[in-house]
């Protein structure tokens, strides 16, 4: 099993070339980051885990600017998102950030997709909550569009785009539907959430990872009615708390890689919990 990390690197942590060099050193897999654009004071919108909203939500660096620095100093270190809000985001200047990184590592980047929790963050971008999903779809669909090896003209329910030439193209080849980066879509288990996935991506990115063994079945069962290769689906336990027990019962459920969550933390501090996962990871990280 191979081992990844996810963190939010702040202006308070860490820095994302220590950081990188550090993973690709220890034998990691991979370094996947989150986003948030903001997080409005005036807030409604209560924090998923409950009590207080972490002070690094509203500090988390660009993903793409920190992932393009730990690219520039790494040579087989995995780059990731966890997750892109795409909802949020232009989807033409997206496609070419997202292009542009997987182009210039070599085919690194893992592109993770959610929906978002905070309705205030959202709205501030436009984003209409109940059709969150089906934007988010939507975009995707769009993005792949342009990263097609030929133009390729898109008109969806919320935008489109003209045939167009659009370079740098992801260094990753088209599979089945799925054009672009590697691609894998957060969420809580669900119909909805299911049938987005075989529409358009590799694979899952539960977060937590928790209930896997009842989940896999239902996802695999859709994603197979979809027509999708079942040796190509792709799930990856996502800001997990590893312990051997939990690491194992991964394994037994076919799973190839995990992230673990690292501290919002500064040097010393995330550098000692690297060292305790290194001793807990050793043998499924190489």
């Known amino acids: 099993m191979r081992i990844a990390v996810t963190i939010f690197l702040t202006d308070e942590t860490i820095a994302p070339v220590r950081l990188a ?9 991979g370094l996947y980051l989150p986003e948030h654009t903001h997080i409005p ?50 989807p033409i200047a997206l496609a070419k950030q997202i292009a542009t990184l997987d182009h210039l590592s070599a085919g690194r980047l893992t592109l993770g997709v959610g929906f978002g929790w905070n309705v205030e963050e959202g709205a501030d971008h436009g984003v209409r909550w109940q059709t969150r999903r089906e934007l988010t779809r939507d975009r995707m669909r769009l993005m792949q569009a342009l990263w097609s090896d030929e133009p390729t003209a898109y008109e969806g329910e919320f935008g489109g785009v003209r045939a167009s030439h659009a370079h740098p193209k992801p260094a990753q080849r088209p599979r089945g539907p799925v054009t672009g980066p590697r ?38 069962s859709v994603w197979a009615d979809a027509g999708r290769d079942p040796a190509a689906l792709q799930v990856v336990p996502y800001a997990v708390l590893p312990t051997p027990g939990k690491l194992a019962h991964y394994a ?14 500064d040097e010393r501090e995330v550098l000692r919990t690297l060292d305790t996962y290194g001793t807990l990871v050793a043998a499924p990280s190489h």
């Open 41 to 90: 004071v005036e807030r409604t919108t209560p924090y998923p885990a409950g009590g207080e909203l972490p002070r690094e939500y509203g500090r988390t660096l660009d993903p793409f600017v920190a992932l393009g620095q730990a690219a520039a100093v790494t040579a087989r270190l995995g780059l990731g998102t966890g997750v892109t809000l795409v909802a949020q985001h232009d």
């Open 183 to 220: 691609t894998l879509v957060g969420g809580a288990a669900g119909p909805k959430l299911f049938a987005h996935i075989a529409q358009y991506a590799d694979g899952w990115l539960p977060i937590g990872g928790r209930g896997l063994a009842e989940s896999l079945p239902v996802l695999r």
């Open 252 to 265: 037994e459920l076919g799973i190839e890689e995990t992230v673990v969550q690292l501290p919002s933390a």
């Open 21 to 29: 060099r550090e993973l690709e050193e220890r034998g990691f897999a």
